[in-house]
Every structure is written in C-alpha cells, then in structure tokens.
C-alpha cells in the first residue's frame, strides 16, 4: 500500500489559474520615441554573471527584434542615427500578454542603443513576409511581473 495521496487542488502536481504557463504569442514590442511596430518575435538578451578582477560584474547579449517591413523608417532612422557620434538611447519594453490580453509580465530595457540593422533575403519564387531586425545592446533591464 503506497502511502502517497493525490494532490488536493492547488497542491503540488497542479498548478493554480495563475500559475500556469503563458505562452510566447502574444506580446507588444513599445520603444521610446518610435511608433508602435508590430514585432513577430523577441530574442531576449542572455544575462550572466561575471567574475572580472575580484569583482562580479552582469553581462548581457543583444537584445533582437524582429517585425514585417512596412513604410515606416523608424527602426532604421533609429539605427543611422546612432552612428553619429552623439547616439540616441532609448527605454525598449517588451510587454507579454496572456490569453485574456492582459499584462502578465513587462520587461524593461533603459538606455538601449542600435548595433545592427538588417533586412531578411528577397526572393522571388516565395511570396513571403520582408523582416526588417534590430539588434540592440542594452545596459540592464528590469522585469516587472503583473497579474
């Protein structure tokens, strides 16, 4: 006779409404200054720590966005003009939502800045979306999780 019982609701083996998993399809990319673009993905910067000189220091890899290509310049105006020796830093938000469309999670990226632009591969025998990426270094972040 096994003495292990089933879980009551909310024990461990399920997990409450509020626990459970959100999924990655709905989201909202926002940058400051720049009109609302509607990215189709995120590649979220890998944060670790680093051990330079006796000290522990955070290291992030670059943030990269990705949305259709439109008329709007704005990401490529942002890019160009951080080759100018007085770049432009700005706040990026990644805003993560759940089913319901509510806020469940919002990341902060204060004083981002540019480091590449590129533009997905034409091709003429697929009828198929132009992606326009920005890779962007960021300083730090922040996340904030909302219910």
Not at 4 to 11: A, L
Not at 65 to 90: F, K, V
């Amino acid at each position: 006779m096994s003495s292990r019982r089933s879980p009551r609701p909310g024990q461990a083996g399920t997990a409450p409404p509020s626990e459970a998993p959100v999924t990655s399809l709905r989201f909202v990319v926002g940058i400051e200054g720049v009109p609302e673009g509607r990215a189709v993905e995120v590649v979220f910067p890998e944060s670790r720590l680093v051990t330079q000189r006796s000290r522990r220091v955070v290291q992030h890899s670059p943030l990269v966005i990705r949305r259709g290509l439109t008329s709007s310049t704005a990401w490529y105006d942002w890019w160009h003009a951080t080759r100018r020796p007085r770049s432009t830093r700005r706040l990026v938000t990644i805003r993560l939502q759940g089913s319901d469309g509510r806020t469940r999670h919002t990341w902060l990226f204060p004083d981002s800045v540019p480091q590449a632009y590129s533009l997905s591969p034409l091709n003429a025998l697929n009828d198929t979306v132009v992606l326009e990426s920005l890779e962007v270094k960021v300083g730090d972040f922040v996340l904030r999780r909302l219910e």
